[in-house]
């Protein structure tokens, strides 16, 4: 199996229809919280993952093993799910025991270990069109951007390309970032030699792994988000408030968050019209339903601003 060598800085803090997401709890996670059932899951640390010169060994595995899909006039490449899924169930290997766990358990959603970042999910192509039909490529000149809940990372490669300043990449599974986000973002990057890639990976761009509230702790000091684009992380209502909780820590004044999702996700309860809900009773942001799907898989998008 392909391994990429990844240094990790520590962290100072710690489709309406049947859903994909089959729920699993475990114990084999880093944070403990003791409220109640669902807050007594372990959740992992936050911690920045920076590229090594390493990641360029598989550039060449990686160019044939990737799809490319046109988003308005960008092209955008990726690589192919199933021959990752394939090459990580037959390997064993401690850098991608978390999405190895859920190919062994046939599971999308493990609470607390794998948070489904490994798939492409429909949501994400939804705000992809939205995105390419609706905002300028001017707009996002001097944009600081967050892709939050990442996965394969097509929403922040859409802004890079696009021209934002800085993309940031936050997933929950370091192995996710490691293995797929990583190779995505460079598998789109234009410079000619690997030194000038790495250049651009480590001045315009971070990833960081973990839980949500400890990666607004860890990045607490840093410059906030002009634009924050999420895509299918309202499913668990349990995750709802601290979902808006670090939307609230890192968005800028005058900021925007777009989030992308189903209505309703049966079987473990969140959806959008139960979000705008608790969007309100917060009494922070705005919601304003931008988008909406007109197939019977009713999907749509949310713009969140500042009250």
């Known amino acids: 199996m392909f391994k990429f060598n990844f240094e990790v800085a ?13 729920k699993i709890k475990s114990d084999d996670s880093e944070i403990t919280n003791s409220d109640n059932d669902e807050n007594c899951i372990k959740w992992y640390l936050a911690e920045k993952v920076i590229p090594t010169e390493a990641l360029f060994n598989n550039l060449d595995l990686f160019e044939l093993n990737l799809k490319e899909r046109k988003v308005g006039t960008l092209e955008l490449r990726h690589l192919i799910a199933g021959f990752l899924l394939e090459d990580i ?10 999405i190895k766990k859920s190919e ?15 798939k492409i999910w429909e949501c994400t192509d939804d705000l992809l069109l939205y ?23 097509l929403l922040g490669i859409y802004a890079l390309k696009s021209g934002a300043k800085i993309v940031d990449f936050q997933d929950y599974n370091k192995d996710v970032l490691e293995q797929i986000t990583l190779p995505n973002v460079l598998l789109n990057l234009e410079q000619t030699t690997n030194a000038e ?31 924050i684009l999420t895509s299918e992380t309202i499913y668990n209502i349990e995750n709802q408030q601290k979902l808006l ?36 009773k917060d009494q922070v942001f705005k919601a304003k339903n931008l988008w ?9 998008i949310l713009e969140l601003k500042w009250q």
């Not at 169930?89 to 978390?98: E, G, L, Q, Y």
């Not at 062994?104 to 490994?118: R, W």
């Open 104 to 118: 062994e358990s046939h599971s999308d959603l493990i609470t607390g270990v794998y948070e489904g970042g490994a």
């Open 245 to 280: 909780d670090t939307l609230k820590k890192r968005l800028a004044l005058g900021g925007v968050v777009l989030v992308a999702a189903k209505s309703h996700y049966f079987g473990v309860g969140g959806g959008l019209e139960q979000f705008i809900d608790v969007v309100n």
């Open 131 to 153: 995105l390419s039909e609706n905002i300028d490529s001017n707009y996002w000149a001097d944009k600081r951007v967050l892709d939050l809940g990442c996965g394969a990372g």
């Open 197 to 227: 890639k790495l250049k651009q990976l480590k001045t315009q761009t971070n990833f960081y792994a973990g839980d949500w509230a400890h990666f607004a702790e860890l990045t607490d000091k840093m410059e906030k988000y002009n634009i």
């Open 89 to 98: 169930k037959t390997h064993s290997d401690v850098d991608s025991r978390d």
């Open 292 to 300: 909406q799907a007109s197939e019977n898989l009713k999907r749509g």
């Open 10 to 22: 520590e962290s100072s803090v710690e489709e309406l229809g049947p859903s994909p997401l089959k």
